[in-house]
């Protein structure tokens, strides 16, 4: 069997010392991205946008060959991850974003949108932040989902007829079952 038959899953079960004997056919499609460097904005977006389409996600990217009339400054990627809208910027190394698209940055991040705009300047950069975003995103999905039980077990409580608990009560049932979930809280309710 020759080792290119074999899929980048197959290649990471092997030993690190095994796939080097190989040599460039031993190594995963993502490490040779990561060690590729791009040698413009356009190919850098490019494997960027290979990368996330790969994972998963179904980017959007803004025209690069000449000025956007929709939204001047936008940055180059947009996708969507559990929910949360990511920007990426996209710039080379020793290059940084525009006043307006800075501004735009913080348009984008600033409420009611709370996008993640971040700037990208490698392949690895990128895939790093996407593994960050699938991490995090995975545990606030699971606090929430805590915190979603919990509230449901308390909303059947307070629709019982007999009971008898005041307002203050029930935002401090409230507020202790958002505090009982791993010590997360990301909001807190007054009465």
């Not at 040599?23 to 991205?33: H, I, P």
């Not at 460097?37 to 690069?64: C, D, I």
């Not at 991490?135 to 009971?163: E, H, M, N, W, Y």
Request: glycine share 8%; charged share 30%.
């Amino acid at each position: 069997m020759d080792i290119r038959d074999l899929t980048d899953k197959q290649k990471l079960m092997m030993s690190t010392k095994d796939r080097k004997s190989f040599g460039k056919s031993g190594v995963t499609y993502d490490e040779a991205e990561a060690g590729a460097v791009a040698k413009s904005e356009m190919e850098l977006q490019g494997q960027l946008y290979s990368l996330l389409y790969r994972r998963g996600h179904r980017p959007r990217m803004q025209p690069t060959r000449k000025r956007s009339q929709i939204a001047p400054g936008m940055p180059d990627i947009a996708f969507e991850i559990h929910g949360l809208s990511v920007h990426w910027e996209v710039k080379l190394p020793g290059k940084n974003p525009t006043p307006q698209q800075y501004k735009c940055h913080r348009e984008l991040e600033a409420a009611p949108n709370g996008a993640i705009v971040r700037v990208i300047r490698s392949y690895r950069e990128g895939l790093d932040h996407l593994a960050e975003l699938e991490d995090s995103t995975l545990t606030v999905t699971a606090t929430l989902a805590q915190q979603l039980a919990a509230a449901r077990g308390l909303l059947s409580k307070i629709r019982d007829p007999f009971c008898r608990m005041t307002r203050g009560q029930v935002c401090e049932e409230i507020n202790q079952v958002l505090a009982d979930t791993d010590g997360k809280k990301p909001l807190a309710i007054s009465g």
